[in-house]
């Protein structure tokens, strides 16, 4: 006779209970995963958005120090609404603005534009939304508008809620030492009252002395 050896197999409870711990590692796992790519994909939308504002802020940056002459640039009214916008003469006339076709009801963005025909030059993409840009004009250093500084800053945040990517500032400071501003910030040169000049008395002379 041959002695059949019995292999002792798993209870159902075992095997259930096997089966609820590979599950949870599984998840557990996944979750992690899932992780792991949120946070990859908000640290590459952050980073193509400090990109973008570098890029805007350089061309901004080398229109100014480029131009030949600055318009209007500051906060200014058109159609009931406030736009923001800088005017720049070089070969030829361009506006930096946030008035921009291309903008919808969540996204906001900035443009160039040529003048007075509106032709576009530049515009920002679709993944940044621009909640304000300003510039501003420091006329301390003198008023003939030789020696000014211009500050663009720029506050945006992804175009996507699901993002998370908010209060994405850039600055930057162009001088204007290389040319002059338009009349628009120009002050009016005061002239100094001339002095009067009193006339002189002669003191007459006496003949023999």
């Known amino acids: 006779m041959r002695n059949r050896k ?55 940056q080398r229109d100014v120090r480029n131009a ?37 009801e969540g996204i906001k963005k900035i443009c160039k534009k040529s003048v007075p025909d509106e032709q576009l030059l530049f515009e920002s993409s679709d993944l940044i939304t621009f909640e304000r840009l300003n510039f501003e004009v420091n006329l301390s250093s003198g008023t003939d508008g ?24 850039r600055q930057i400071a162009v001088s204007t030492r290389n040319f002059t501003l338009g009349d628009f910030f120009v002050e009016p040169e005061t002239e100094e009252p001339r002095p009067t000049s009193s006339p002189t008395q002669t003191t007459p002379t006496i003949p023999g002395r």
């Open 6 to 60: 019995t292999i002792k197999a798993f209870s159902l409870v075992e095997m259930l209970i096997t089966i609820a711990i590979f599950g949870i590692l599984i998840a557990m796992i996944s979750q992690v995963i899932l992780i792991n790519i949120q946070v990859s994909r908000k640290t590459f939308i952050r980073s193509q958005i400090r990109e973008e504002l570098a890029e805007i802020g350089t061309l901004i």
């Open 68 to 104: 030949r002459l600055i318009g209007e640039c500051g906060e200014t009214s058109l159609e009931n609404r406030t736009i923001n916008r800088c005017l720049m003469s070089h070969i030829e006339e361009f506006v930096w603005t946030d008035d921009c076709p291309g903008s919808s």
């Open 146 to 169: 030789t020696r000014s500084t211009i500050l663009v800053t720029l506050y945006s945040s992804a175009s996507n809620p699901n993002f998370d990517v908010n209060n994405q500032v």
